[in-house]
């Protein structure tokens, strides 16, 4: 299931791009134009879709979720549906036997701690909890599965499902793809995190200092401002 939901995610950044490049063409025409600013837009209620590419062990991720994304989610659940894409700067290849390796910006320990992520976000379905668990896990991630059992145990999460995950070639195929769905962002990644508002990149030094912020610029720009941004 978690699998087919991520590579719709990918194929969804693939759409973004082509309707980029058609845009361009599309918005020449007076015409089509017309026609392309009586499309109906998203209500103002709608959540706005947060994208976070993030890697487990980076600073600069752990800021954010803590200080950023579990602040404004808090504050405004209903505005905001978060998906997680835990992989980065880092690359992939394939053994000679065929399975899976993982180089990663901040070594092994995070290549380890990328597929704990994969697997927790894959399995753990309440919204709330799966933030609660992946901000958890970044706050002390240097030894990657004693994060896990311990915020496992803190949010109530059942364990075995995701060790199974994570000892197992799933993760690494989760892992790979999240890779896939990095490696498709357009503008690509340069700086981790990166955070997509509704598949776009927009102002992202805004984004990283007051998320909650451009979450409500985009979904007062919609219409009435949610009351949450009042």
Not at 6 to 16: A, D, H, K, P, Q
Not at 20 to 29: C, E, P, R, S
Not at 82 to 98: C, E, L, M
Not at 208 to 223: H, M, P, Y
Request: net charge neutral.
């Amino acid at each position: 299931m978690f699998q087919k939901r991520l590579m719709r995610i990918v194929y969804l950044v693939l759409f973004i791009i082509m309707l980029i490049l058609l845009y361009k063409g599309f918005t020449n025409d007076p015409q089509q134009k017309a026609l392309q600013d009586n499309m109906p837009q998203p209500a103002s209620d709608a959540p706005v879709y947060v994208m976070v590419f993030y890697e487990a062990q980076c600073p600069d991720s752990k800021n954010f979720v803590i200080k950023q994304l579990q602040p404004a989610y808090t504050r405004a659940p209903s505005l905001i549906e978060i998906q997680f894409v835990p992989y980065g700067k880092a690359t992939t290849s394939t053994n000679a036997d065929g399975s899976l390796a993982f180089d990663c910006q901040h070594g092994p320990s995070e290549c380890e701690a990328n597929i704990i992520h994969a697997c927790v976000i894959e399995a753990v379905h309440d919204a709330k909890v799966r933030l609660d668990m992946v901000a958890c896990m970044i706050r002390d991630n240097r030894i990657p599965k004693d994060a896990f059992y311990r915020c496992a145990k803190e949010n109530g999460v059942e364990i075995e499902s995701i060790q199974k995950c994570y000892d197992s070639p799933h993760g690494a195929e989760l892992l790979k793809l999240h890779g896939e769905a990095t490696h498709a962002l357009r503008p690509a990644v340069s700086f981790i995190p990166t955070i997509t508002l509704d598949g776009q990149q927009g102002r992202q030094a805004s984004i990283l200092k007051d998320l909650f912020g451009e979450v409500c610029k985009i979904a007062s720009g919609r219409g009435p401002k949610p009351l949450p941004c009042e």
